[in-house]
């Protein structure tokens, strides 16, 4: 049996690939999750602890090098410095069988908060979910469709303190022309006011379906800036352009 995945895009209807069918043995295990998240609101991943550490060092380094000049240049580099050590990447993204890439290792969103990471010296946490989804891409595309409809929000598996940052680069991949329901959880779990977000995602070819109005429903009190999305396929195969983006982006 064959069928076509297709999702709703800004501009219409966007048919994404056709694949052998499996029945999606692994949707009624995993089900639709609800309710209050399994995660302890511990600590970082050491990514982002690795990350914090080389942001605080390279604040450190930054300030006690203006002080010393008095320099323009070192000022500026003690602005950016300050800058970065208060802003985070946050993003989701699966690794597997992908639409256009194979099953890769990496997911494209990661390949994208990576860049983005290392070009402001911002924090980084991968959000991920409590119970991993099926690697296959038609049965995760089946579990992430029954999760839509159920308006369910599957736990994550490890919080993460975003208090102390200003300004959040919030990454996802679009899934059924929305944000994959796990990040809703995150997002509903935390306190967004006075923050500024930054929302960018891969995809398939629907751009960003309209998450940057959703992601201002839930944040209440944030400022949602302009997205940038980039074609999962780019990030994941075409690095140099993706990076170009990135850079536009950013600014
Ligand atoms: C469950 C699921 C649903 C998807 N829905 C859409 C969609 O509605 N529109 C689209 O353009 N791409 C869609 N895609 C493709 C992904 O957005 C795209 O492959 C993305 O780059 C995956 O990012 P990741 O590797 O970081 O998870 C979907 C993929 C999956 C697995």
Redesign the pocket.
């Known amino acids: 049996m064959v069928t076509r995945?297709s999702?709703?895009?800004a501009t219409g209807l966007?048919a994404?690939g056709s694949a052998a069918m499996v029945l999606p043995a692994c949707s009624g295990a995993r089900g639709a999750e609800s309710g209050a998240s399994a995660a302890s609101s511990s600590s970082a991943s050491s990514v982002a602890e690795a990350a914090s550490s080389t942001a605080s060092s390279e604040l450190s380094s930054a300030s006690a090098s203006a002080a010393v000049s008095g320099s323009a240049e070192s000022a500026a580099a003690s602005a950016s410095a300050a800058a970065a050590a208060n802003a985070l990447v946050l993003?989701?993204?699966?690794?597997?069988e992908?639409?256009?890439?194979g099953v890769?290792e990496?997911?494209?969103?990661?390949?994208?908060a990576k860049m983005i990471a290392q070009k402001t010296g911002a924090d980084i946490f991968q959000i991920e979910p409590a119970e991993a989804?099926p690697e296959g891409?038609d049965e995760?595309?089946?579990?992430?469709?029954a999760e839509q409809n159920e308006g369910a929000r599957p736990a994550f598996a490890q919080d993460f303190d975003i208090s102390g940052y200003q300004t959040i680069y919030l990454?996802?991949?679009?899934?059924?022309?929305?944000l994959?329901m796990c990040v809703y959880t995150f997002l509903e779990a935390h306190d967004w006011a006075g923050k500024e977000i930054h929302p960018f995602?891969?995809?398939?070819?629907?751009?960003l379906?309209g998450t940057e109005g959703s992601i201002q429903s839930t944040c209440a009190g944030a400022t949602v800036l302009e997205g940038l999305s980039?074609?999962?396929?780019t990030?994941?195969n075409s690095r140099d352009e993706a990076q170009a983006a990135v850079d536009a982006w950013l600014g």
């Open positions: 995945r999702f709703l895009s966007l994404l993003y989701y993204s699966r690794a597997g992908n639409y256009g890439v890769i990496e997911g494209n969103t990661s390949i994208v989804y891409y995760c595309c089946d579990v992430a469709l990454g996802y991949p679009i899934w059924w022309g929305d994959p995602c891969t995809h398939g070819g629907s751009g379906s980039i074609a999962g396929t990030a994941q």
